[in-house]
């Protein structure tokens, strides 16, 4: 059922917690707090802003972004290229994407902060600690699985370190 409801809210999960309002706040009714979380443990993709056809080709700020998306995919192209050459391939990352995934959401459910700062990158594990802190004042225990197969894995932008 809750997996269910996660579709229709495009991938996030609203949780709320009640928590202590500072003295003053709470002589003028307390404050209520909604938090929101986003449900994914990796650093997400944004994709640029789509312009208008016109904005493109006919000014000067269309044209420097067209010159900025060419790099970006020119840049991805190269990436995935010495990828290649190194005898990477796009399936056998996508299959350790997915270990990964299925590790990394384990480590979480069990509350293991320490092997989750490994795996993941600063940002994100900022996010996982609050995510724990905020579940483990709600519920004492959890359960987790992971129901195969994975949700098709694309490759949308390749970046060298």
């Known amino acids: 059922m ?3 409801l996660l579709i229709f809210s495009n991938g996030k999960r609203f949780a709320t917690t009640g928590v202590q309002a500072p003295a ?3 002589k003028m009714g307390g404050i ?6 986003p449900g994914f443990i990796y650093e997400p993709y ?13 000014t000067r700020s269309g044209w420097k972004r067209t010159k900025d998306d060419i790099i970006l ?11 290649r050459k190194s005898g990477c391939s796009k399936n056998k990352f996508y299959t350790e994407a997915a270990q990964l ?13 320490t092997s989750v700062r490994k795996a993941v990158t600063e940002n994100m594990f900022s ?3 609050n995510e724990i802190r905020i579940r483990e004042s709600m519920w004492n225990r959890i359960y987790w699985e992971m129901v195969e ?13």
Request: hydrophobic share 45%; glycine share 2%; with cysteine.
């Open 2 to 4: 809750a997996a269910e």
């Open 24 to 26: 003053q706040a709470q």
């Open 32 to 37: 209520k707090v909604a938090l929101l979380s």
């Open 46 to 58: 944004a994709p640029r802003e789509p312009i208008p056809f016109w904005k493109r080709w006919f």
């Open 73 to 83: 995919e020119l840049k991805s192209a190269y990436a995935i290229n010495k990828l």
């Open 101 to 113: 995934y299925k590790e990394i959401n384990t480590m979480i459910a069990n509350g293991d902060k």
């Open 127 to 129: 996010e996982i600690k």
């Open 149 to 161: 197969p994975v949700v098709k894995i694309r490759t949308l932008r390749a970046r060298l370190c």
